[in-house]
């Protein structure tokens, strides 16, 4: 292994972009008139009746009232511990955890995704203020509505940056490396390459060096550019989101150099785009939340590098957790084990008999 | 001895599925020497070539590169390789694909070779012009460029005239010449008969198997006819 070699590949990449404005235009570009699109169309949030622990040793109404409550319509509506009913709220298992506490009614929620917190609060609201109208003892209730991350204020893009960003790595790096490589097959440099006394691994590791650069720079720009120009609420560390995006990209130029070995041109390496993506968008919690997902696709979901960078941006930029935190650790993991086999498969992809 | 023959080649076969594109070639090509490969299109010129290059692997026979076997005679960077179709990076300029090949092939000094390079194909004032937005001819000079700045002792050239205007032809080969003058062995593959009398030996290929080899004189005197292509003929007829 050659350090000299594999910077001269991963230089000769970077060179080569300068003069493609059009790939470079896009890969900056279509992210941010995508992010700008879903900001524009996505602003409303759903209503559906959200699932509710009712909090009964902090409960201290009538059981008649308490039973009104939990039958309301508006909600469904579960007993339980208050420190169960905060278990299951962590886990994701219900929306909200609501108790009383004098004559406050709290109302607790995960608040991780501003769609649920819009369509929470105000059923579970509705649904009090119905049990409690006409009981003296709690005439004019206060009701407070807490959050365990994000606040009530959070659009749906604050939800949503996180796993675009992912997103729109993954896809441009892609792309981007599945083309340049599938032009090294067909304009003959490959076979160029291959008598020279370069190595399959110096070559992918080169490819991993160049594009990986991109990807973080697009990162740089995508995340600015969401949190000063479209504002998007924005916790946890700047280089852990990173760590997540590169090691997510190093999978996605692999995955791309992989695409390459199958396709004869440009025209079909683009249409594996749709094959590897689409799954992604619909498969990863991107547009639909996992546990939504029929059981029989999540085994799918599973082996989707999407879902764990999803689940692991998410972490880092709404609930602020930490790169040491198990939870972003695991996915980060998971991400690395993806990007090397995808990078051993790139390497046994490129043969050095050429016909 | 493995310094006076560069490539030796034993009954060497290569098949790609049903097609058998070399059927037990023999070539022994001298060090020093320009030795052209000389036969039709489908031939086994470029397949025989891609094996000395070590990008195809035989299936039988023995093939020897300067002593080694093809891949490690590349990996030792002593052979140089030019494609048919020019093969550079056509967004990058004529220096950024040099200094690539040069940092591949670990070339010591690769400033003063590239420029050495760039004045021996004379393209010395275009040096800074991206590959893209040159002439054909131009392009196959840079190719050539970039095949010999580490040096090789073996340089392997797969039709390095075709498409090339008559003028440019005459350059390339005093090139060629020059090259071989310095004590590089060229293994050089044509079609074209007019360009048998600059190489030093021929072999004459046909259908995967090398006919005959010798100079040009040699061949049309050992044939009995006029001109190389009538020896051509001759030599197919009585295989």
């Not at chain 1, 409550?69 to 905060?86: L, N, P, Q, V």
């Not at chain 1, 150099?257 to 094959?275: D, M, T």
């Not at chain 1, 939504?292 to 879902?307: E, F, I, K, N």
Request: with cysteine; proline share 4%.
């Amino acid at each position: 292994m050659d350090v000299r070699r594999v910077r001269a590949v991963a230089k000769r990449i970077v060179l080569g972009f300068r003069r493609d404005r059009r790939s470079l235009g896009l890969l900056f570009a279509a992210p941010i008139v995508v992010l700008s699109l879903v900001g524009a169309v996505w602003g409303s949030a759903t209503e559906r009746a959200p699932t509710v622990v009712v909090a009964t040793d902090r409960f201290t109404l009538p059981a008649s009232t308490l039973d009104a409550f939990i039958g309301s319509s508006r909600i469904h509506g579960r007993r339980a511990t208050f420190e169960e009913g905060m278990r299951q709220l962590r886990e994701g298992e219900i929306d909200a955890v609501v108790w009383l506490e004098g004559t406050t009614l709290h109302v607790l929620m995960q608040g991780d995704d501003p769609l649920q917190s819009g369509s929470i609060g105000g059923p579970i609201q509705e649904a009090l203020l119905d049990t409690v109208r006409g009981n003296p003892a709690l005439a004019g209730p206060r009701v407070e509505i807490e959050q365990l991350y994000g606040g009530p204020d959070y659009s749906i893009l604050d939800y949503l940056a996180p796993v675009l960003i992912a997103f729109f790595a993954f896809f441009f790096i892609f792309l981007l490396s599945a083309v340049s490589f599938l032009r090294e097959r067909t304009t003959g440099t490959l076979e160029r390459l291959m008598a020279t006394p370069l190595r399959r691994g110096e070559l992918v590791l080169g490819y991993l060096a160049g594009f990986g650069f991109f990807a973080l720079l697009q990162a740089i720009v995508i995340l600015l550019f969401s949190v000063f120009v479209l504002q998007v609420r924005y916790r946890g560390n700047l280089a852990t989101i990173f760590i997540v995006e590169a090691v997510l990209v190093l999978g996605a130029v692999s995955l791309g150099l992989l695409v390459s070995a199958a396709a004869r041109n440009e025209l079909q390496a683009v249409q594996f785009v749709p094959l590897v993506l689409l799954p992604q968008v619909f498969l990863s919690g991107l547009l639909i939340p996992l546990d939504q997902l029929p059981d029989y696709l999540r085994p799918l979901s599973a082996v989707l590098p999407l879902t764990y960078a999803n689940e692991a941006l998410r972490a880092v930029m709404i609930k602020g957790f930490e790169l040491s935190d198990p939870l972003v650790l695991r996915d980060i993991g998971v991400l690395a084990i993806f990007g090397l086999v995808m990078a051993i498969g790139a390497v046994a992809s490129i043969r050095r008999e050429v016909a | 001895m493995a310094a006076e023959v560069a490539v030796v080649a034993q009954g060497v076969r290569k098949r790609f599925g049903a097609v058998e594109a070399l059927r037990g070639l023999d070539v022994a090509i001298r060090a020093g020497e320009i030795y052209g490969l000389l036969g039709p299109n489908g031939s086994g010129k470029t397949t025989f070539i891609r094996c000395v290059a070590g990008l195809l692997r035989p299936e039988k026979g023995t093939l020897t590169v300067l002593g080694q076997t093809p891949r490690a005679a590349v990996n030792s960077g002593r052979v140089g390789y030019m494609t048919q179709a020019p093969a550079l990076y056509g967004e990058l300029s004529v220096q950024e694909n040099l200094r690539f090949f040069a940092a591949l092939e670990r070339v010591p000094k690769a400033e003063q070779r590239i420029e050495e390079a760039l004045r021996a194909v004379d393209l010395l004032d275009r040096r800074k012009s991206v590959v893209n937005t040159l002439s054909g001819g131009m392009r196959t000079r840079v190719s050539i460029a970039a095949t010999f700045l580490h040096h090789p002792l073996l340089l392997l050239l797969d039709e390095p005239t075709v498409g090339v205007d008559p003028v440019l032809r005459q350059e390339l080969w005093s090139r060629f010449r020059r090259l071989a003058a310095a004590g590089i062995t060229i293994l050089v593959s044509s079609h074209v008969m007019d360009e048998a009398s600059r190489c030093d030996r021929l072999g004459l290929i046909r259908d995967g198997v090398v006919l005959a080899e010798g100079s040009t004189q040699d061949l049309v005197s050992r044939a009995g006819t006029r001109d190389l292509e009538s020896a051509f003929l001759a030599f197919a007829a009585a295989r």
